[in-house]
């Protein structure tokens, strides 16, 4: 049997979609290895070519799209569900300028679409991982942070208050969903196998819907955020249609965002 080696982030809709297939509860003609990493570390594999299927900010695509092909299936793409600029004091846009502002990453597809929302930005840039974006923003050592899965679900939580939402902003400017991430396989798999992995992929979403219960623990042990009804609702958010298949509008939201 073929072994290939799957890269994906520890969030929970990406446990979520892969749990079924780590969890080998769908039948799939390869065995697996599988690796969880940050989001911004999983760009920076993928631009070394280190894994056979892996999950990246869509922002990358256009740059090792030479190497990979792009899923249709398994990626975090959507409606309401974009990144949102927050700060524990309530500014405007036009105030953040010279403020330092927290980051998941250069990489990623929520730092692109800030770079489009606010072009003119001239503060200094503090690449974080994602779930320390918040706790530099309550120590005072950034001002603004731009937050990404669970964590723009909870910053309320923290007292602190939204300054922009960028997936509203992005929809409003370009009709597109909001393409967050995306699957990549590399090219040199052959179309007979990466079609075998889309269709594995599927198949295990399908479980999931089904199966939630016997995946749970999975999602749940690798989540940042352990309160049950924020993973919820951080599935409900990000597994949607297009986590089947993008389709042409996903495809050009992706396109969109990289030109």
């Known amino acids: 049997m073929r072994k290939l080696n799957f890269a994906i982030s520890p969030c929970p809709n990406d446990t979520y979609i892969f749990g079924g297939l780590f969890l080998k509860k769908v039948s799939f003609p390869f065995e697996v290895d599988f690796i969880l990493q940050d989001v911004e570390r999983l760009n920076k594999l993928c631009m070394q070519g280190q894994y056979d299927v892996i999950k990246v900010s869509c922002a990358i695509y256009s740059q090792v799209k030479d190497r990979y092909v792009l899923l249709r299936c398994g990626g975090a793409m959507g409606r309401g569900c974009g990144p949102v600029v927050v700060s524990?004091?309530?500014?405007?846009?036009?105030?953040?300028?010279?403020?330092?502002?927290?980051?998941?990453?250069?990489?990623?597809?929520?730092?692109?679409?800030?770079?489009?929302?606010?072009?003119?930005?001239?503060?200094?840039?503090?690449?974080?991982?994602?779930?320390?974006?918040?706790?530099?923003?309550?120590?005072?050592?950034?001002?603004?942070?731009?937050?990404?899965?669970?964590?723009?679900?909870?910053?309320?939580?923290?007292?602190?208050?939204?300054?922009?939402?960028?997936?509203?902003?992005?929809?409003?400017?370009?009709?597109y969903p909001i393409p967050l991430g995306c699957i990549l396989a590399k090219k040199e798999l052959g179309e007979e196998i990466v079609r075998q992995i889309e269709d594995g992929i599927k198949r295990s979403i399908e479980y999931a819907e089904k199966n939630l219960a016997y995946i749970w623990p999975f999602i749940k042990q690798n989540a940042q955020e352990m309160d049950d009804s924020v993973i919820k609702r951080h599935i409900e958010t990000f597994v949607n249609q297009f986590s089947k298949d993008i389709g042409d509008k996903g495809r050009g939201a992706i396109e969109f965002l990289t030109s």
């Open 88 to 175: 524990k004091k309530g500014f405007s846009i036009s105030e953040i300028q010279g403020k330092s502002i927290g980051i998941p990453g250069k990489n990623t597809t929520a730092f692109y679409i800030f770079k489009k929302a606010v072009p003119d930005f001239r503060g200094k840039i503090v690449e974080l991982r994602y779930d320390k974006i918040i706790p530099a923003i309550l120590e005072g050592d950034i001002d603004v942070g731009i937050l990404i899965h669970e964590a723009r679900f909870t910053y309320g939580e923290y007292g602190l208050e939204l300054i922009l939402d960028l997936g509203k902003w992005w929809e409003d400017t370009t009709s």
